[in-house]
């Protein structure tokens, strides 16, 4: 198997006054990647000065919410048109947003979303999907335990108010990730880890609609159709994905690896999609040696599924669907930036316009670093 080519690392530097953190890549309209970094409670970004080319040669700064309300944390969504759109929780623990007024160029002034109620405000952990007919809805985890939703009254537009989806009858696990991910047919499906360490998820009923009742996908250690094995893996923050075909995957780090379960088939009714029936499939680490302390995941130019995470060796690591068992390339590594991973911050990935990666990290030195895909 050939070892993909990926270029050297290189800095994107980061704004004269501040270190930024939490970088966030997303694709303009016309293709451009740009990434969006906090600094100091504000909002900072940096774009492609063209499709799959190089970059504006310095950070520009969107500002915070008020000058008492910084930003703690961020996800970015896109409109129907395509003009891109940051969701932050504020330091009220309540949620804002700014958007482009023009697709591809130019920011409206912060708007609040806000929280649930007086009594019950917003965590770190939310996330942005996209309905079919092209409203985005906002899924965010409540201080009282509850997943809570907010979504467009109509595409391009603006918003409801927030309405409870539940939890599982075993709780929300905090400490982890919110990922949502969307059908063949449109359909919306959240998934979360359940308190009783397995994940969890609900879906959309039908497109653009209403939800269904939360139900288990279980954990590795569950005998399922006793086909395989159990696996002595714990999960936690759990993503899922698209492939190719349109059937959604989920992988969640355990054990320093990852686990994995997917959609198998759809039968009559979308509440009768089949996962896999052995249940969670495991993946080694990249060696004994190195475990995996975080996963991102995204389409590559061969439409082909790749993984990528931080090893607790300090260097970035990545695999990919082949198609030959067991399905997956070996583990290789991308190395790391010459200001080392800071991996308190989270990972990103971006997908250019010719569908090459492009992977984002913050270094050590409080700038963000990034590599990519060379055909």
Partial sequence: MAIKQ?????????????????????RNQDGRLEVFALG???????????????????????????SSIGIKSLVVGSNQDRRQEVFALGEDNALWQIWQVATNNGWSHWQRLGSPSASTVLTGKFTVGLNQDGRQELFALGTDGNLWQIWQTAPNNGWNHWESLGRPPTGIRSADRITVGRNQDGRQELFVMGGDEA??????VAPNVGWSHWESLGKPTDLFDESEPPKDRDLSEPLVQSNADGHLEVFAPGNGAFCNRWQEEWREGPDRVVWRTQGWNEKAKPRPDVALTWLEAALNFENRLEILGFGD???????????????????????????????????????????????????????????????
Avoid: C, M, Y
């Fill in 313 to 375: 060796d300090g260097d970035l690591w990545h695999s990919w669907q082949i198609d030959l068992p067991p399905f997956w390339s070996k583990w290789e590594s991308l190395g790391r930036p010459p200001a080392r991973i800071r991996e308190a911050d989270r990972l990103t990935v971006g997908t250019n316009q010719d569908r090459r990666l492009e992977v984002f990290v913050r270094g050590e030195d409080g700038a963000v670093w990034h590599t990519w895909e060379i055909r």
């Fill in 199 to 204: 994940v969890w998820h609900i879906w959309q």
């Fill in 40 to 66: 100091e409670g504000a909002l900072f970004n940096i774009w492609q000065r063209f499709p799959n080319a190089g970059w504006n040669e310095g950070w520009a700064e969107k500002g915070r919410p008020s």
């Fill in 6 to 26: 990926w270029s050297a690392w290189a800095s994107l530097g980061k704004p004269e006054r501040t270190s930024i953190g939490n970088p966030f890549a997303h």
